[in-house]
């Protein structure tokens, strides 16, 4: 039946038709989006930013050249004690059942059974 359409000529009549619009389409929405405001993004900065202590750029020869930076004793302490923080409230956190009720037979009954099939 396609066949016959593309012999009597129905292919090149929807191409003929559909072409136009497609170009139309594109022009118009790209005439939309490029009519389209953006939002001023200076009026949104936080007071305070333009005039913020900013830290000074160093150049890459002395970051790649200079001495490797390390932690004194008192950020090491820091960062332990904050890992270990973190440690223990990782265990907390694995002590609390979040499953509903029941559940935690199903799952021991589960366990068991592939125990069991593992020993097989």
């Known amino acids: 039946m396609l066949a016959s359409l593309r012999r009597?000529?129905?292919?090149?009549h929807m191409r003929r038709t559909l072409c136009?619009?497609?170009?139309?389409l594109a022009v118009a929405v790209?005439?939309?989006v490029g009519c389209t405001q953006f939002p001023e993004l200076d009026a949104v900065a936080?007071?305070?930013v333009a005039t913020a202590a900013y830290p000074d750029f160093l150049p890459l020869g002395d970051l790649l050249t200079g001495e490797v930076p390390r932690a004194s004793a008192a950020e090491i302490a820091?960062?332990?004690?904050?890992?270990?923080?973190l440690r223990a409230r990782a265990d907390r956190l694995?002590?609390?059942s979040i499953a509903p009720r029941g559940v935690d037979g199903r799952v021991a009954r589960l366990r068991r059974k592939a125990a069991d099939l593992r020993a097989q």
């Open 94 to 96: 694995q002590r609390v």
């Open 46 to 48: 936080t007071p305070g």
């Open 8 to 12: 009597l000529g129905h292919d090149s």
């Open 78 to 85: 820091a960062v332990e004690g904050r890992v270990g923080a």
């Open 30 to 32: 790209g005439g939309l």
């Open 20 to 24: 136009p619009f497609l170009i139309w």
